[in-house]
């Protein structure tokens, strides 16, 4: 629609929700959950828009709009979507359609956001170089910090779905076996090395029937959009457990994601080209065009009663294998995917120290401390800290955010 969009609706140059975002989301608004999208500080209630007769011969009637997730809406495909979304931008460009579509207007600050999307199954990755890279150096030879197969596949685990919350719900310290000395036998009792990991997840439409692989080049048709991520972590946990078969109650306490899905769409003028991949990938692996998104993101830390503090400042455009090759690789044995399926990117480190995606790596495996503000230092996450990140994308003059992913560590049950 170019690059000059221009809205009837007031919105701040500073928004993550202009004109070019449109994302989608469920809103609660007086006891009623419906899909929804936004600009600015505005919810647009999209059965509202449907009964004014604004969203005609899109392909959707009035139950797509009127229940609590986007699973249905998504069901139409990337083409519905896709014409959905349009719709809501020629709505809010076009003068002709204010009288009518200032009706379905409501104030962010009277709605509660809900969880968006029913989430069938969830992958987490371990995509950022930088980031395996650390960890490595950390934990093995840091002559070898890459294990034989990063290079050749983009590692991944399934984890668990029914533990993953939207921004705003409080999470409990986890509690789990760990073994601080490697002389003496494993203790249990709370974590005491809680950590955030920074990353992006992205959602699935339906995909092809079991057995049915999808490639890099139909990747795209595939991924709805995008949420900013937090893999919440049980370091200590995690060191006792992993061994032979990966993360387990280290990681299944609580994900957080943010309550808006920005689509691929919206994202697609923030391309970028991604790093070098050497070794040559397999075929199946390979890629045409910039398939990395330049997101910039933050991290920040709020002890209870002070500011909040960057920890981190980072960008998804490090990522060294794209959400393409993730849903390729993922698929290329047959798997199914659906709608509503989540996909995490794995901790997003960049190349300097401040732009390291977890305290484990900020800290140094709690050797370094990292400074906040008013004296306040940390290793790790403790009680009563709020966890806040966010991220955005901007060029042009064109901005597309995400809001935030914002959770608060309370003591262990």
Not at 312 to 336: E, F, I, P, R
Not at 338 to 362: Q, R, V
Request: hydrophobic share 35%; glycine share 8%.
């Amino acid at each position: 629609m170019g690059s000059l969009l221009q809205s009837w609706l007031t919105v701040d140059n500073s928004s993550d929700f202009s004109i070019y975002n449109v994302p989608f989301g469920i809103i609660n608004h007086s006891g009623q959950k419906k899909v929804a999208s936004r600009i600015g500080d505005f919810a647009i209630d999209l059965s509202e828009l449907y009964h004014a007769g604004l969203l005609k011969n899109l392909g959707f009637d009035e139950t797509d709009f009127e229940t609590d997730k986007l699973n249905p809406m998504m069901k139409k495909g990337k083409l519905g979507t896709r014409k959905l979304r349009e719709r809501i931008q020629e709505i809010f460009v076009d003068e002709n359609f204010k009288p009518d579509a200032e009706n379905t207007l409501i104030a962010i600050s009277a709605v509660t956001m809900e969880m968006p999307i029913k989430i069938g199954d969830y992958t987490d990755f371990y995509s950022s170089i930088e980031h395996a890279t650390n960890v490595g150096t950390m934990f093995r030879d840091p002559a070898n910090a890459l294990l034989p197969n990063w290079k050749y596949i983009p590692v991944g685990y399934h984890g668990r779905s029914s533990s993953i919350i939207l921004s705003g719900q409080e999470i409990h310290r986890p509690k789990g076996q760990q073994k601080p000395k490697d002389e003496e036998p494993p203790v249990f009792g709370p974590c005491k090395l809680l950590d955030f990991e920074l990353e992006m997840g992205f959602v699935t439409y339906e995909g092809k029937p079991l057995g049915d692989s999808i490639s890099t080049s139909e990747a795209d048709d595939y991924i709805f959009g995008m949420v900013l991520f937090n893999d919440w972590s049980a370091r200590d946990i995690q060191k006792w457990e992993y061994v032979p078969l990966g993360p387990f109650l280290a990681k299944n306490f609580a994900s957080s994601m943010s309550a808006w899905i920005v689509t691929l769409d919206a994202l697609e003028p923030f391309r970028v080209a991604g790093p070098a991949q050497d070794p040559a990938v397999f075929p199946y692996l390979e890629y045409s065009g910039d398939k990395n998104i330049d997101i910039q993101l933050e991290v920040q830390i709020q002890p209870e009663g002070e500011e909040a503090s960057t920890v981190c400042a980072s960008n998804y455009k490090h990522m060294y294998w794209n959400q393409n090759q993730q849903l390729a690789h993922h698929t290329v044995n047959g798997c199914d995917i659906h709608a509503g399926d989540l996909y995490a990117s794995g901790t997003i480190s960049g190349p300097t120290k401040d732009s390291f995606g977890s305290m484990l790596e900020l800290s140094w495996k709690g050797t370094r401390t990292v400074q906040l503000k008013n004296g306040v230092e940390r290793k790790f996450i403790q009680d009563h800290d709020t966890v806040i990140m966010k991220g955005y994308c901007e060029k042009d003059g064109m901005r597309v955010g995400f809001g935030e992913v914002s959770t608060k560590v309370q003591p262990a049950k």
